[in-house]
């Protein structure tokens, strides 16, 4: 999947941002001062299935991502660093649909959009920006 859509896709929505997350060498989006999504390549000492993988780890739906799972068992992963049971790795590099891709990239946003207060859900669709980054 070609990155430079994913990267559009996630920035096209309203208040979306990015930061290099430098420690860890992560590329991380916001919205509201919220994680959505973030994207990194796994060094080949991380454990199995995450050793050595593109991944983008994605908010999801918990019966979306039972099924995606059963769907996908070599592309689709329990979060890598997150909760597992509301957080999904995709592989990159496994050959999932990109229409699929994208869909779970605008299911994140969604998903935690819907979760920031009403103060900054109605600042962002009246300013499109992200009021909870700094910068």
């Known amino acids: 999947m070609d990155l430079g859509r994913i ?3 996630l920035l096209s929505r309203p208040g979306a941002s990015k930061a290099l997350h430098e420690k860890w060498g992560w590329m991380v989006y916001w919205v509201g001062g919220r994680q959505f999504a973030c994207e990194f390549t796994t ?4 454990k199995p299935p995450y050793a050595g993988r593109h ?4 908010k999801c739906d ?8 059963a769907e996908h068992p070599d592309a ?7 909760d597992g049971r509301t957080w999904i790795s995709v ?13 779970l990239c605008d299911m994140s946003y969604d998903l935690v959009f819907a979760k920031l207060p009403k103060r900054v859900r ?3 669709e009246k ?5 909870g980054q700094a910068g």
Do not use: K, N, W
């Not at 918990?62 to 799972?69: M, N, Y």
């Not at 592989?91 to 994208?102: I, K, Q, T």
């Open 7 to 9: 990267d559009a896709r």
């Open 122 to 124: 109605c600042e962002i």
């Open 127 to 131: 300013d499109g920006r992200d009021v």
């Open 76 to 82: 689709v992963f329990p979060a890598y660093y997150s």
């Open 62 to 69: 918990p019966d979306r991502i039972r099924v995606l799972r």
């Open 43 to 46: 060094g080949p000492g991380a």
């Open 91 to 103: 592989d990159l590099g496994s050959g999932l649909p990109a229409d699929l891709v994208l869909d």
């Open 55 to 58: 991944l983008l780890s994605l």
